[in-house]
């Protein structure tokens, strides 16, 4: 093994001695491991703003409602729950071994290896570190190199929070996420691409190692309670005006996209001359700040590169259907994708699409699947949740995770400022 590959060894052996040791299946240790979470955002909250504004161009609020807010909810939600997720479950016996009885207990699995991606650096990186601490793992985490300002945050930080014996951070590209994947891990969970996936599940058969893949993917939107496209596409328009303005090089409250590499295949996706023509809405480009103006395209070619590639970028496709019914069969025909979105009143069809679609990846056990479902009505609108951004909505945002709804009253009221929970 090369030399630069000695400092991983190390690193490995190291964390296989404390899971040997016993001091992660502690419950103190793992509570005290996510209260240090907590402490890590909160008093890196503005560091953390700074390096995901530079990086992926994020406002505070939206960094905020998608990055901290929400790895704060995990960690709660765990602190919450660990002793009920840690505790024994009675097992059912068949009445031949009585007087026997059974039980189930959750056992960590040892050493983890979480690889995060690029568009929610925080989020998707700490998420899974919640979940494999919870459960008593010793873990390395492999940030993503394109945004390597929040990658550096966490290998400098975790190590002053978190105990260091037991969570590491290695940085690097593709050859060190391949040396990585060269070790025998007892679980690796990783986000990222259908095609950089597939590496990672060959990779990890050669050891037989379990693997979680969160990929990445198409997420249809059904949309039937407007009578014509035209006023469907003339609303997303006065939409977007409000929430970004209508000025390419200065739109306000809209993530750049992460660097050169990829701004330049989503201009490739738009100037196939057959895509080109069924933009009818944005379309324009500011190469400095890496910015893509929201753009809308009414029935791009069904066999275009845009159709058929999970697009990462403000590049909306709009399909018309003769029958909204058929929207179960054009998804059907498509790889299954990670979410769907279905607006309308019509309750039978609502059900025909809980019965007749799959989307999400969620596995409850080998054989069956757990389908996340979210009901909403639309007669009242949270706005704080939307663009245009400010700080009555970051301090908004701030009691909505934390369910204090007294202080909520009193901020719309105008009567008590939040605090920097």
């Not at 000695?6 to 996510?34: M, Y």
């Not at 059974?102 to 699995?109: A, W």
């Not at 945050?153 to 593709?174: H, S, T």
Request: with cysteine; net charge neutral.
């Amino acid at each position: 093994m090369a030399e630069e590959d000695h400092g991983v060894t190390r690193s490995l052996e190291e964390l296989r001695q404390t899971f040997k040791s016993g001091r992660t299946r502690s419950i103190d240790w793992r509570k005290q491991q996510l209260r240090a979470i907590l402490r890590l955002l909160h008093e890196n909250e503005d560091v953390l703003f700074q390096s995901l504004e530079s990086e992926l161009g994020k406002h505070p609020v939206e960094s905020y409602r998608d990055e901290i807010g929400v790895v704060k909810k995990s960690v709660d939600h765990a602190l919450s729950c660990i002793d009920q997720w840690m505790s024994p479950k009675k097992g059912r016996l068949p009445l031949l071994f009585f007087p026997a009885s059974g039980k189930v207990l959750p056992e960590p699995l040892g050493l983890v290896l979480i690889i995060g991606s690029w568009n929610f650096p925080i989020t998707l990186t700490l998420d899974p570190l919640i979940g494999a601490i919870s459960a008593g793992n010793t873990v390395v985490l492999k940030p993503s190199e394109l945004a390597p300002k929040c990658a550096s945050f966490l290998a400098n930080k975790l190590p002053v929070y978190l105990d260091p014996k037991a969570i590491k951070v290695i940085e690097g590209g593709r050859e060190v996420a391949n040396q990585l994947l060269e070790y025998k891990w007892d679980k690796i969970f990783f986000t990222g691409s259908t095609k950089v996936g597939k590496i990672v599940m060959s990779a990890a058969a050669k050891h037989l190692t379990p693997v979680t893949l969160e990929l990445g993917g198409k997420c249809p939107a059904i949309l039937d309670s407007l009578p014509n496209s035209d006023m469907k596409i003339e609303q997303l328009k006065k939409t977007i005006k409000f929430f970004y303005g209508d000025d390419v090089t200065n739109l306000k409250n809209l993530a750049k996209i992460v660097n050169k590499t990829h701004f330049d295949r989503l201009r490739n996706l738009l100037e196939d001359p057959a895509v080109a023509n069924c933009i009818v809405y944005g379309g324009s480009f500011d190469d400095t700040n890496l910015i893509i103006e929201p753009t809308i395209l009414l029935d791009p070619p069904l066999d275009a590169e845009i159709m058929n590639e999970e697009i990462f970028g403000p590049l909306l496709p709009i399909i018309t259907l003769e029958n909204i019914e058929e929207s179960i069969e054009f998804i059907n025909s498509k790889p299954k994708p990670l979410a769907l979105y279905a607006f309308t009143k019509n309750e039978s069809f609502k059900k025909r699409i809980l019965a007749e679609t799959s989307s999400g990846s969620y596995s409850f056990d080998t054989f069956s699947h757990e389908k996340a479902v979210l009901e909403r009505s639309f007669y009242f609108e949270l706005e704080p949740r939307h663009p245009p951004w400010n700080n009555f909505k970051l301090d908004f945002l701030r009691l909505a995770y934390n369910f204090n709804y007294v202080g909520l009253v009193l901020h719309l009221l105008g009567l008590k400022r939040s605090s920097n929970a």
